[in-house]
C-alpha cells in the first residue's frame, strides 16, 4: 500500500502491481548508470509513501486532516530532494591537510566566562524527538522513558541546557522535532519547566528549506503556508513587535527587521 500526494490532497492506493510490473519489465536487462539511479529514488520513494501512510493510520481523527496537509509537504519536499541533481565534484575533494584534525586533549580550555557566553549565544540544540520506545518494550517516546531516579532523557536534556543558561546567562534553545505521537507526551513532561514556549504553532506549514544557506530568526516570528526560504535569510523581530510572514512568500536572500521591513541582504 502507498500513498500518493499533491499539494492539495493525499490518497492511498495500492501500486503493488505496477512496482512488480516495473521489476519483471527490467528483470535480466542490463540497466544503464541513470536507469539504475532513477529505479532506486523511485523505490525510495516508495517506501517513503508506505511509511506516511502508516503514520497516518495511527493518528487521531481530529489530527487527520492536518496531519495529512503536512505529509504531504514533506513527500512534495522529499521528491524534489530525489530530482535533485548532485553539486558535487568530487575530483577537486582532497583528503585534509596534515594536522587538520586535532585531538581532544590538545584543545586549550577558555576561563573566562564572558566568552563562553558569547559562544552559547549562538547556539542552538536540535532533538530528533519523534520516535516511539515500542522497539525496546516500552511505551510512549523514547524520550520520556526513565533512567535515572525517575528522570527520563528529555529531563537530562532539559537539566543540562538550563544549568549552561543559569551559569552563564544566556537563553540556549532547545528544538524538540516531535511527531504527532509524541508530541502529547513531551508537553506533559515540559509542563514541570518554567520558561518553556512551544514554537510548533508558529508554523502554519513546513517551509521550503532546500536551497536555504542560513538563517537566523529572532524575536516573535510567525510563518504561513508554503513558505521558500533561500540562500541567507535573517528575521529579526525587534521587542514588542510581531513578525508575519505571508503564505506563499519567498524570501532569497533578505533581511527581514522591525515590523515587517524586508531588504535586500
Known amino acids: 500500500m502507498n500513498v500518493s500526494f499533491s499539494t492539495s490532497s493525499l490518497s492511498v492506493s495500492n501500486s503493488r502491481t505496477r512496482l512488480i510490473s516495473f521489476r519483471e519489465t527490467e528483470h535480466g536487462d542490463q540497466k544503464s548508470s541513470e536507469e539504475w539511479k532513477t529505479s532506486t529514488k523511485l523505490e525510495a520513494l516508495g517506501t517513503m509513501e508506505g511509511e506516511l501512510a ?21 513527500r512534495n519536499l522529499f521528491a524534489r530532494f530525489l530530482r535533485a541533481k548532485p553539486t558535487v565534484d568530487w575530483s577537486k575533494i582532497e583528503p585534509l ?38 522497539s525496546m518494550g516500552c511505551k510512549g517516546p523514547k524520550s ?11 529531563d537530562l536534556t532539559m537539566q543540562q541546557i538550563q544549568t549552561l543558561n543559569k551559569t552563564y546567562g544566556v537563553d540556549v534553545p532547545l528544538v524538540l522535532m516531535n511527531s504527532f505521537n509524541t508530541n502529547e507526551d513531551t508537553q506533559k513532561v515540559l509542563k514541570k519547566y518554567a520558561n518553556v514556549k512551544d514554537y510548533l504553532g508558529r508554523f502554519n506549514g513546513i517551509p521550503d528549506l532546500l536551497e536555504l544557506d542560513h538563517l537566523t530568526v529572532s524575536g516573535d516570528v510567525w510563518f504561513g503556508k508554503d513558505v521558500s526560504l533561500k540562500g541567507t535569510v535573517i528575521i529579526i523581530a525587534n521587542h514588542g513587535d510581531r513578525i508575519d510572514i505571508p503564505p506563499g512568500s519567498i524570501l532569497e536572500n533578505k533581511i527581514v527587521s522591525g515590523n515587517l521591513r524586508i531588504l535586500e541582504h
Open 54 to 74: 502508516h503514520l497516518l493510520s495511527t493518528c487521531k481523527p481530529d489530527k487527520l486532516a492536518h496531519n495529512k496537509t503536512e505529509l504531504s509537504g514533506f
Open 97 to 134: 591537510p596534515e594536522g587538520a584534525i586535532r585531538s581532544y586533549k590538545s584543545l586549550g580550555t577558555v576561563s573566562e566566562k564572558e566568552l563562553i557566553a558569547a559562544q552559547l549565544r549562538k547556539l542552538v540544540v536540535v532533538k530528533l524527538n519523534g520516535g516511539l520506545g515500542t
Open 144 to 154: 520520556v522513558i526513565s533512567v535515572r531516579n525517575d528522570l527520563t532523557f528529555l
